[in-house]
């Protein structure tokens, strides 16, 4: 059974930074393409950050430059450090797997930014 499960996340003060952490079990997690979406209150779920299993890494622009996605295949877990943080940043940060067809998804973890 696949399972992600997300951590790391907390209270920051703005230009602060956190390191999330996503560690999955039941897939192949080497074949997959991973990806950290977040949501805010109010708002649709946005793509933040993505590592393919093979290719370049990819950012939306609002973290372009803040924001750093890496994955340790030897420990299922992917990672987005995120430095020079804004409030804007506040959301639930949820870390999403696509493997053979399919999307699984973590729980979440609050990041909460304050000016």
């Known amino acids: 059974q696949a399972q992600l499960v997300e951590s790391g996340g907390g209270l920051v003060q703005a230009g602060g930074s956190l390191r999330l952490s996503c560690a999955a079990s039941?897939?192949?997690?080497?074949?997959?393409?991973m990806v950290w979406y977040r949501q805010a209150p109010g708002k649709a779920r946005e793509s933040v950050a993505g590592?393919?299993?093979?290719?370049?890494?990819n950012y939306a622009d609002s973290v372009k430059g803040r924001f750093t996605i890496s994955r340790d295949n030897a420990k299922n877990t992917v990672y987005l450090q995120m430095n020079s943080l804004k409030p804007e940043d506040t959301a639930v940060y949820y870390c999403n797997a696509h493997f053979i067809g399919s999307d699984y998804w973590g729980q979440g973890t609050q990041v909460t930014v304050s000016s």
């Open positions: 039941g897939i192949a997690f080497s074949i997959a393409d």
């Open positions: 590592i393919p299993r093979h290719g370049s890494t």
